[in-house]
Every structure is written in structure tokens, then in C-alpha cells.
């Protein structure tokens, strides 16, 4: 949870709900006086919007024209609470936020076409005029809200509403409509497949062919 690369620009993540927001309009904030032309994205959840550092650091961002995007992945759900108990019903997160006097768009998450088209208006817009940009992006999670595990056991969300989000899987969605640019054909996608498997499988053998580390590797490659 805690990732950092200063060396692509990714300054890094926290697993505290929220807690990169300000982070990245600070960050923003000190391109912008260092003048220097670059675009902050900051990512977060649909429940990061009932945070009150969300609305903090978006009006910050308003007031002082700071050149950010704001990508808020909604998927619906805060652990095992749907929206409809922690907000207002019929509220759209894109419309309140653009009420707050910010250009704001909306797309769908699992479409990649849609995906790449929003971020590109939001990105020239921000270039363009300095100032910044929310992003709505409505998606879904098949597994538990934190591991690789399916969690339909524990029944907090129905059957029908899963069926739904996996027959709009983005995957096959990209796939399909790759295939009906007669960008990649059936073929194509097959050996994509068998490539990316086979460079699992070895990751694998790899790791557990592996000795143990030792006591002195423990902090290589760690960020400081």
C-alpha cells in the first residue's frame, strides 16, 4: 500500500482513506511555483469524497488554480458499505463536485476508450488553462476489498449485481473492441495470453527456487 518511484514521478500512496489528497495538491502546488509544466493526478475512492480533506484540498485547488486532476474511481462500495448508507440517494459525485465550480467530467471506468478520451480532455484542459479537474470513473471490484480472495460469503452484495459488473468485464470489453478495429485479431490476443502466463509460472519458479533472504537484505531497495 505504501509505493513509492520518485524516479517516474509516483510520489506515493497510503493505505489511510484520503491522506494523498493533500499530498498531491501540495505537490501540485510547488510544480506550479517552480514553475515548472507538469500535471498532478491524484487517485481516490468513491469514499474519499466524504472525507472532509477532500473538500479541503478541492477548494484549495479551485482558489489557487492549482494544475491537478483529481481521478476518483468509483466502484460503489467502502469495505462491505454500499453508497446507499453513507450517502445522499440519487447523488451523482461528479455533479456535487462540479458544483463546487470545477470542470468535471464523468466515464465509464470499464470502458478503456472512454477511460484514455476523459483523461485526455482533462489533461489538455488543465494544460491549457491551469486549472484543475475532477474525474468520475465508475467501476467495480469482483474480490474482497483487500487481498485475492472472493469474500461473496460474507452476502453484503447480491448475486445478480456481481453477474452484472462480470458480463461488463473491462478486459473483454477492450479485447472486443480492439477485435472490431481489426486492431488484434482472436490470434493475437491467444498468444498474448501464453505469454503473459508463461512469464508467471516462471516468476514463480523463480521465487521458490529462491534462497531465503538474509538478514542483511532487508532494507535494499527500499525507498528513504
Known sequence: MHITDPSVGFVGSTAIVSNSIPVGVGLSLSSKILGKKQVTIIYLGDASVEEGVFFESLNFAIVKQI?????CENNFYSVYSPLSVRQPVNRKIHKM????HIKSYKANGNH????IS???KAKNFVEKNGEPVFLEFQTYRWFEHCGPNLDDHLKYRNKKELLYWKKNDPI???KNYLIKKKWIDSNSVKSMKNSIINKVNLAFKYAKKSPFPKKEDLYKYLYK
Open 67 to 71: 494544475p491537478v486532476i483529481f481521478v
Open 97 to 100: 463536485v462540479k458544483a463546487c
Open 112 to 115: 478503456t476508450h472512454e477511460v
Open 118 to 120: 476523459a483523461f485526455l
Open 172 to 174: 473483454k470489453i477492450l
